[in-house]
């Protein structure tokens, strides 16, 4: 039996709609196993920038230093995307929350459910038994460098930087978890072109000499966009920079199937946050289609990693193991074979997950 304190999270968009429903899961896993959590909510994105205009206020800010984990769900708003010049941003209430917690280090685990096989684009025999798990550097890099314009505003400059603790510390929990899982390890970046590669792999490639029982191979970027689709089932953890990071973690969604199945936790020395790495999707925000599971398995992450609830986190994934097992899908999950009656929206599929428990 444990007390902690949860604070939700849910920004924009579907971030609302799946927010509530991860929700749902913790609460009766806490009804389940006798713990007492409590929670308070805190804005953040566009609904924060409308109420307060600060896209992170310091209210929420604090909220969530004061919290023992944040379940988040996403920013966003088509205002912003389609106005370049917007100079305040759901977005960097994102990002200021990252650095000010010190969220250096996503993982973004992408683990096939086996009865998702037949909804994906790549060949069965291709996919089966693909489990990855990303370690997406967070604090640094292109987001977070000096960034403007010059030349009367005709030029625009993103500076990407690294520091070697940057790498190090980042490295270093990659090395660990792939000593718990299958001792493979590639390190990805672009150090035939990019200076800020080159000191990736040279601290990458010193922690090695850390872990003689670990496999390291080297990729470049751009190769392992091709090998995440032809032969995912060569990795086991990858480290990577940021930018990096974002881009190919979307990508390998659809190895699990869709955007909505990928859970993942930012993790730093202070409170941790577990998101989706979906975003506020507008396309699909307010119509009650949004698969929650992404939000579900961000949930379990957050048992595990933030309060060690293993057995706890594990019912979770299991009972979405179960729901779809039972042949139930949301919409962006389900196949050609998928009897209509078998589809359904965000809060009757967060039911299923809830009886499942
Ligand atoms: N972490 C975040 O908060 C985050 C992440 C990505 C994008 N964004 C923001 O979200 C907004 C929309 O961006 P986008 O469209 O490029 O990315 P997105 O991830 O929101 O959506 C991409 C596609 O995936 C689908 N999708 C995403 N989540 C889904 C779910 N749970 N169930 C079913 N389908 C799902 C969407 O319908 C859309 O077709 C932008 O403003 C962007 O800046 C925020
Ligand atoms: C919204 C955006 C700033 C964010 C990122 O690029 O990190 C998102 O794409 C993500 O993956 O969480
Ligand atoms: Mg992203």
């Known amino acids: 039996m444990a007390n902690k304190k949860i604070l939700i999270v849910p920004g924009d968009g579907i971030g609302q709609e799946v927010t509530a429903v991860g929700k749902k899961v913790l609460d009766k896993v806490a009804a389940k196993f006798g713990h007492e959590f409590t929670y308070d909510e805190a804005l953040i994105g566009h609904v924060a920038i409308e ?23 996403a920013v966003g708003h088509p205002k912003y995307d389609n106005d370049p010049s917007a100079k305040v941003r759901p977005e960097q209430g994102l990002l200021k929350m990252r650095k000010e917690l010190g969220l250096y280090a996503n993982l973004r685990p992408i683990k096939l459910f086996d009865e998702l096989l037949a909804a994906s684009s790549i060949k069965p025999e291709i996919l089966r038994g693909a489990d990855i798990l990303f370690f997406r550097e967070l604090t640094g890099d292109i987001y977070f460098g000096d960034k403007g314009r ?29 000593r718990t899982r299958r001792k493979k390890l590639c390190s990805v970046d672009k150090a035939n072109v990019l200076e ?8 990458i490639q010193k922690l090695a000499l850390e872990y003689p029982d670990v496999e390291v191979e080297y990729q470049f970027v751009d190769a392992t966009a091709m090998l995440l689709i032809k032969d995912p089932c060569r990795f086991d953890v990858v480290v ?85 097992k039972a042949g139930y899908r949301t919409r962006d999950i389900a196949d050609a074979t998928t009897a209509p009656e078998m589809i359904l929206g965000t809060d009757a599929m967060g039911e299923q997950v809830l009886s499942h428990l």
């Not at 109420?51 to 310091?58: I, V, W």
């Not at 005709?154 to 929990?173: L, M, N, P, Q």
């Not at 881009?247 to 577990?274: C, F, K």
């Not at 699909?284 to 398995?297: D, E, F, M, Q, R």
């Open 51 to 73: 109420a307060t205009g600060n896209p992170l206020p310091e209210e929420s800010l604090a909220k969530m230093k004061a919290s023992d984990a944040v379940l988040f769900g």
């Open 150 to 178: 010059k030349n009367n505003g005709d030029t625009a400059y993103d500076v990407a930087e690294y520091s070697r603790f940057e790498v190090e510390r980042i490295g270093r929990k990659a090395f660990d978890a792939a």
């Open 196 to 203: 800020t590669s080159r000191l990736w792999r040279e601290e």
């Open 240 to 324: 990577t920079a940021n930018l990096f990071g974002d881009i190919l973690t979307d990508e390998a969604s659809q190895i699990a199937g869709s955007m909505g199945m990928l859970a993942s936790a930012s993790i730093g020395d202070g409170t941790g946050v577990y998101e989706p790495i979906h975003g506020s999707a507008h396309d699909i925000t307010g119509k009650g289609v949004a698969n929650p599971l992404a939000s579900i398995l961000s949930a379990a992450l957050l048992l595990d990693i933030s309060f060690g609830m293993k057995a706890e986190s594990e019912l979770v994934i299991h009972a979405v193991d179960q729901v779809l």
